[in-house]
């Protein structure tokens, strides 16, 4: 939150011709710099045009929280106000979205969520879809409002608008969380205020919802269990069911005796880490226990969300990211589930992140922290950023400084790749990343494997398995270039060798020519054709998965050799150690290979690469032969 004071003090520094200012002062407290123009314009338009209202409405002694943030997310909502019910006389509280818009239409007839504003090359989100959302998240995590979710209401107020100039976002079904005013229907905005807040002091009431505990309700829980456990796919078998029982023991002695352990479920690809995880929401919200679910990885979040929460909106809340937890309070979860736990950064900083919040403080601290019992799920393997520590020790280490008991179950069966342990073993060897070093490929029934001569053969041996009715992808070390796609343009075709070049996946978050964006790159049917690489591949598979190795590993004569200067990822420094590129890069590729459940298709750039791996493979041709 950057400011709290009653309407009359509020109305009276803008009097005073303080306000501004001391807005200003109080953000740069907040968030480290200087607000933006436009920032600042707003307050100086849109504040006072709300304290003139709330004046009028005899509501000088109603509580303003401006720029309140709404909780484990940085979105904040213009002002809150909080006050007293004129009838009930219990808290009531209303979020208020500012917009200096003059005129607004929808982006199309058929999808009133969205809207068109002059101002901005982009679609945006309808303000009473924006407001709605606030009001449906602050009941969904805010514990002064999980029972009492009449207490609060969403409004718009389009102080500059007329009604001629926003008829068309009338479309938008209205309802007490999400309603619009104008500026000529001021008069009406009035008596709405009075309708929802009293003439009394709203101090309390503010207190109340400040101190209302962080977590999700129990009513989003019982959703959640309805939602997460209808969609449960998977049985859990023999591991996995160990992991899951753990966890709920875990879980019962937290709260029979007061008591905090951490967990750590160690597993390659595909041995079902994610179905626990799941399994164990489902449950968790099942028994009215307060949990979230947390990924260090973008496209994993968000297919997550899309999967658990596409038919229930308020589930995706329950996905988070680890970077969320830095201002929650202690113990505020019972279970903090960590999926793609190896994914774990240093700190939580980012270029975004508040100035008060840049204390340095490890992210596995804050996800110890934030739960009774923190689960980690990790392949240590999968480790393929500068930066990225999650690993057992890591986690052991953070759990003794706080003398805290930690527990490990090893998952072993396979999912992924076919249920087969064989093919896995193969590929850390064949990396070097366990044993003493690469062995012939013996099939084993479950897993193919198969080497191309040319990206061309690749690619026409996945298009064949799509012909038969599979998934299939093709994935590449980050070793070409990556141009930004424009859109109504081709896709910029990066990754070239020889006379074929195909895209890579898109970066951004929107469709692109029919490509879809980046984090349903691995999900998406329309995904073939572009080139993933391992951000966007890590965490999901495909019947078919094809692979080019490129010039950062190559073998010569008898051991694999890293060329970091054949990288093009950003990640990687000047600073970067060696031997952490040497790592990471072998784990990269220990990623893009373990993606398929039925078989995968290897293509390398480099000609003594593919006749080892031909040598490996028992294969003296090649797939087209």
């Not at 968030?31 to 436009?38: C, E, K």
């Not at 099942?286 to 297919?303: D, I, M, N, Y």
């Not at 479950?446 to 994935?475: N, T």
């Amino acid at each position: 939150m950057l400011f709290r004071e009653s309407v009359e003090r509020v109305a009276a520094r803008n009097v005073e011709g303080m306000l501004e200012e001391q807005l200003a002062e109080q953000f740069v407290h907040v968030h480290g710099y200087r607000p933006g123009d436009s920032e600042v314009r707003s307050w100086r338009r849109s504040i006072p045009a709300l304290t003139g209202a709330l004046l009028d409405a005899g509501l000088d002694q109603v509580e303003m929280l401006i720029e309140y943030g709404l909780p484990l997310t940085s979105k904040r909502a213009d002002v809150v106000l909080a006050g007293v019910h004129p009838d009930t006389q219990e808290p009531s509280y209303v979020v208020v979205e500012l917009k200096q818009w003059s005129e607004a239409y929808p982006d199309e007839d058929d999808e009133p969520t969205l809207c068109r504003v002059d101002a901005y090359a982009r679609p945006v989100l309808h303000p009473i879809e924006q407001v709605r959302g606030y009001c449906a998240y602050l009941v969904s995590f805010n514990g002064a409002l999980a029972q009492n979710p009449e207490q609060i209401a969403g409004v718009a107020y389009l102080h500059n608008a007329t009604e001629f100039g926003v008829s068309g976002l009338y479309a938008t079904q209205q309802d007490e969380h999400g309603r619009m005013f104008t500026a000529d229907r001021r008069g009406e905005f009035v008596s709405y205020l009075r309708s929802r807040l009293a003439p009394a002091p709203g101090a309390e009431a503010a207190d109340a919802l400040i101190a209302g505990k962080t977590q999700p309700s129990r009513q989003l829980m019982a959703v959640a269990a309805d939602e997460v456990r209808e969609r449960e796919q998977f049985v859990l078998l023999d591991e996995q069911r160990v992991a899951y029982e753990l966890v709920l023991r875990a879980v019962q002695r937290a709260h029979g005796s007061d008591h905090k352990e951490v967990v750590i479920v160690t597993g390659g690809p595909g041995t079902g880490k994610s179905v626990i995880a799941l399994s164990l929401l489902g449950e968790l919200y099942r028994q009215g226990l307060p949990a979230l679910h947390a990924t260090g990885s973008q496209s994993f979040t968000k297919t997550m969300r899309k999967v658990a929460g596409s038919r229930k909106r308020q589930v995706q809340d329950l996905f988070k990211y680890f970077n969320s937890f830095m201002t929650a309070k202690r113990n505020s979860l019972d279970v903090l589930l960590c999926d793609e736990a190896h994914r774990i950064r240093e700190t939580s900083a980012n270029r975004y992140t508040r100035a008060e919040h840049r204390t340095g403080r490890p992210q596995i601290d804050e996800l110890i922290d934030v739960a009774r019992v923190p689960v980690f799920l990790l392949d240590q393997h999968q480790v393929v950023r500068p930066g990225e520590i999650g690993r057992v020790e890591e986690i052991k280490a953070a759990a003794t400084r706080r003398g805290l008991q930690c527990r490990e179950v090893s998952l072993d069966s396979q999912f992924r790749c076919g249920g087969s342990d064989a093919y896995l073993q193969w590929v850390v060897r064949l990396l070097g990343l366990e044993g003493d070093g690469p062995v012939s490929w013996e099939p084993d029934g479950r897993m193919e494997l198969e080497v191309a001569d040319s990206p061309a053969e690749l690619e026409a041996f996945l298009e064949d398995r799509r012909s038969q009715g599979y998934g299939a992808r093709m994935s590449a070390g980050y070793c070409w270039r990556w141009s930004e796609a424009k859109p109504g343009e081709p896709l910029p075709e990066d990754v070239v060798i020889g006379d074929w070049a195909r895209p890579w996946n898109l970066k951004g978050e929107r469709s692109v020519m029919g490509a879809p964006p980046s984090a349903l790159w691995a999900t998406d049917p329309a995904g073939f054709g572009q080139v993933g690489c391992v951000y966007t591949a890590q965490g999901f598979e495909y019947d078919w998965s094809g692979v080019i190795l490129g010039p950062d590993l190559v073998w010569r004569t008898d051991r694999w050799v890293v060329d970091r200067t054949a990288s093009k990822d950003p990640v990687f420094k000047r600073s970067t150690p060696d031997e952490d590129v040497d790592r990471l890069i072998r784990n990269t590729y220990k990623v893009l290979l373990t993606r398929g459940m039925i078989g995968t298709v290897i293509y390398s750039t480099d000609r003594e690469t593919r006749a080892r791996l031909r040598e490996l493979m028992g294969r003296p041709g090649s797939v087209t032969e």
